[in-house]
């Protein structure tokens, strides 16, 4: 399977990405490797870093519901979750290491980059271990010291989907957009033009004109500086503007139709990051109560359920959970559903207290 620039195979090796780190993806030309995605993507693109940092600092200041303090605790760190949803949400996987103290406790927990975290299967097709390579260096993992916190991904076993491959079309076209219309005001706004060379008696520039010509045009009137400069024209030459326009290219429709395909691969609601035209959502209280019901609770529910299940050996039959009564944007919903509870008079009191997660 090809994603983020590897294929898996039996032994998860994967070779180098489709471009090499640090060096920007031509206008207009979808990123492959995945530090390029988020090079182009999420240092480069303000809609899509605005959608992955709403959610990841979401999932960051979610309130946790522990039924141990020390489980609380570690997963709880500065940092920890707000890291991890970032990396699910960019990667599709999240590796966070177990660390142990001198008496064999989990005494933290540390999260590992997962462009650098390949799955070493056994015989039996199951994770064997997982290689950290940083460099020439490659540190091999016990399994039991790793939580693999992975989205569904359909065509990989071992690996999850993130969205920024899904994105990465509409963050190419949002990009070049932008591009687009930076060039556009260094040139003062003005659509280009053409010069016509017309002598009169059939003749054309010659090789060493056309060359002085481009380098002057270049030299003297391209630029925000050398707009509006008056030019002068000799030797059957005249100026004929283009008839291109912004409008004629629904520049603006294009480029608020590419962030609102971003702002849905992240799964967030266009209204809360200001992109104008949404009318999904009647105001912006039930765009913020719709980004934490079908977007922050599922990824924070996944994460910290693996963190549980990774923790198991120490803390047994433990509870790990974001304390819904204390999310503001579903206060109204809690206080719907506690109002509903109390007036089922056919329940009993346990049962009421099971339907309100109340322990």
């Known amino acids: 399977m090809a994603w983020f620039g590897w294929k898996s195979g039996r032994d998860g090796a994967r070779p180098a990405l489709a471009r090499a780190a640090g060096v920007a993806a031509p206008i207009g030309v979808w990123p492959q490797g995945y530090e390029a995605q988020v090079r182009a993507g999420y240092c480069g693109n303000a809609v899509a870093q605005r ?38 949400l960019l990667h599709g996987n999240a590796f966070v290491q177990i660390l142990r ?68 079309g509409a963050i190419a076209i949002h990009n070049a957009a ?40 270049e030299q003297g009137f391209a630029g925000a500086a050398n707009a509006g400069r008056p030019m ?8 004929q503007a283009m008839s291109l326009t912004p409008a004629d290219m629904d520049f603006a429709g294009t480029k608020a139709a590419a962030a609102r395909e971003i702002a849905l691969a992240f799964g967030v609601p266009p209204m809360l990051l200001g992109l104008p035209g949404d009318s999904t959502h009647a105001n912006y209280r039930e765009a913020n109560r719709a980004l934490w019901r079908l977007t922050v609770l599922p990824l924070a529910g996944a994460i910290l359920t693996a963190l549980r299940d990774g923790l198991s050996p120490w ?21 719907r559903l506690w109002r509903m509870v109390a007036s089922a008079d056919f329940l009993s009191r346990d049962e009421k207290r099971q339907m309100v997660d109340w322990s």
Do not use: I
């Open 232 to 239: 002068l024209l000799e030797g059957g030459l005249k100026w």
């Open 315 to 335: 803390f047994a039959d433990a509870t790990l959970e974001v304390d819904l009564d204390r999310v503001p944007a579903l206060v109204e919903d809690r206080e």
């Open 51 to 88: 959608a992955v940092r709403l959610v990841a600092e979401a999932v960051g200041g979610a309130p946790l519901d522990a039924s141990d303090p020390a489980l609380a605790a570690l997963a709880g760190a500065p940092g920890l979750l707000e890291t991890v949803a970032a990396q699910v």
């Open 101 to 168: 103290d001198a008496d064999g406790a989990a005494a933290a927990l540390f999260p590992l980059r997962p462009e650098r975290v390949t799955v070493e299967l056994g015989a039996d097709g199951w994770p064997a271990a997982y290689l950290y390579r940083v460099g020439v260096r490659a540190t091999r993992l016990d399994p039991a010291a790793v939580v693999h916190v992975r989205r569904f991904n359909p065509v990989d076993d071992h690996y999850g989907l993130g969205c920024l491959g899904a994105a990465s």
């Open 178 to 217: 932008s591009s687009w219309s930076k060039a556009l005001l260094d040139n003062a706004a003005r659509p280009s033009g053409a010069l016509v060379y017309d002598a009169g008696d059939g003749s054309v520039l010659s090789p060493d004109q056309f060359r002085r010509l481009r380098e002057e045009m």
